[in-house]
């Protein structure tokens, strides 16, 4: 159904999403550093929660939305590429504060960790922009359904999302300490990280996808 090209792809865009502070990298990291690896793992199952449900709605809807209007298409694909874009900036310029940066919070229990988490992917533009825009970008019509290969390729993401997140929380208080004492090492991970946003974008907003063609 879908090529290992197509599940290695949108893998190494979520890796480099994961790996760029935004909201879900913020919340999850600082709530581990100040309440434990347990409240971290317990605000990420409400981030995968998140994740499905955007994931569920997309799929539903995205082949006859593109189907039926294909300028909405080209808009979110264009959106999703200068969204990479402006991640890829807040990750190279110069100031900007790290998530790994410790700071003091007050514990939280665990229903409301876990709805926070939610929250906090739903309202999450990143979240939303790689569902709607990047996510077509690795379908192949010539494989079969279009929404099931979403589908699957939405669950490959969501794996490579939930271990990358995972292992921040797990690895966050070691990370930051790290971090804190070697600079060098934080700013060289922000430009690899902001270099690869960037790659990725200027291949989508070039490329014309397969999607496109097939929703057409």
């Not at 590429?81 to 110069?94: C, G, I, N």
């Not at 700013?187 to 946003?197: D, E, I, P, Q």
């Amino acid at each position: 159904m879908i090529g290992l090209g197509a599940i290695a792809g949108i893998a190494l865009v979520e890796l480099g999403m994961v790996l760029t502070p935004g909201p879900n990298m913020i919340y999850l990291v600082s709530r581990s550093i100040s309440q434990g690896r347990r409240a971290g793992l317990v605000s990420l199952a409400g981030v995968a929660l998140g994740f499905l449900v955007y994931l569920l709605a997309v799929s539903a809807g995205i082949a006859t939305v593109f189907a039926l209007v294909p300028e909405i298409y080209l808009t979110v694909k264009l959106a999703g590429a200068a969204y990479l874009l402006w991640l890829a900036w807040k990750a190279v310029r110069p100031g900007g504060r790290s998530p790994l940066e410790q700071q003091e919070l007050a514990p939280d229990r665990p229903v409301k960790l876990f709805l926070m988490g939610l929250l906090t992917c739903l309202l999450n533009p990143k979240v939303a922009i790689l569902y709607i825009s990047l996510l077509p970008q690795f379908v192949d019509p010539d494989r079969g359904h279009v929404a099931l290969q979403g589908l699957l390729l939405g669950l490959s993401q969501i794996a490579v999302g939930v271990a990358g997140n995972a292992f921040f929380i797990v690895t966050a208080g070691s990370v930051a300490g790290f971090f804190n004492r070697h600079p060098l090492w934080q700013r060289l991970h922000r430009y690899a990280m902001g270099t690869a946003l960037a790659g990725f974008a200027l291949r989508i907003a070039t490329e014309r996808s397969n999607a496109a063609v097939a929703l057409r």
